[in-house]
């Protein structure tokens, strides 16, 4: 066969790949343009494009890709030590061959991602860590999303209530305020108190989530 030939087999079946997964993306956008795809739960291939240079920037994507390389690398130094000696010993001792080809074709085909956590469980344990330091180091930051989820809505159903006490009995503060504006028929103050009040929540959700990111930093 020729070198053009060889040339032309090799780039036909490429940009026919290609060439189809443009073709399949061009029309999921059309599709959600058109309103047949709802783009609340299928984004747009464009708007996913464009995300790129935003990810990249801004989520440390560079830094993570080699912590994630590193570890696969680190994995399968491990399964290549661990396979191999194993692959020896099996081959070499026919007794044990039979009596585990089985299990080992067993565990190769079982769901072994379901018991991840009970390796966490098992192998954190090889840390040697005191109770205090279980608490701070694991129990305490992967308790905090829950925490502050539960604070920030005890904040806020309790600035609801206390307002709405306040202008149910013109006790003081910002429900009092509201209800005098309101009792006074000034349309435009009553309203501008209540934005007030909306304003005091969305500054104490803003400050209880910087709270946890300061007691939860994400590397």
Known sequence: ???????????????????????????????????????????????????????????????????????????????????????????????????????????????????????LVIFGRSFNLTPAQQFWKILFPSALPTIFVGLRLGLIFALINIVGVEFLINFGGLGQLINELAERYDLAGTYAAICFVVLVSVCVFVLMERLERWLRPVD
């Open 1 to 119: 066969m020729s070198a053009p030939s060889i040339a032309k087999s090799s780039v036909l079946p490429a940009a026919l790949g290609w060439g189809s997964v443009a073709i399949f993306i061009a029309a999921i956008e059309g599709l959600i343009r058109a309103g047949l795809i709802n783009r609340f739960i299928v984004p747009m291939p464009s708007e996913v494009l464009l995300a790129f240079p935003r990810i990249v920037s801004e989520e440390n994507v560079l830094s993570r890709f080699v912590l994630t390389v590193a570890e696969a690398f680190s994995a399968s130094i491990l399964v290549a030590v661990f396979g191999i000696a194993g692959g020896v010993l099996l081959h070499r001792f026919n007794l044990l061959r039979q009596a585990t080809e089985t299990w080992v074709a067993a565990v190769a085909a079982a769901p072994l991602v379901l018991i991840y956590p009970l390796y």
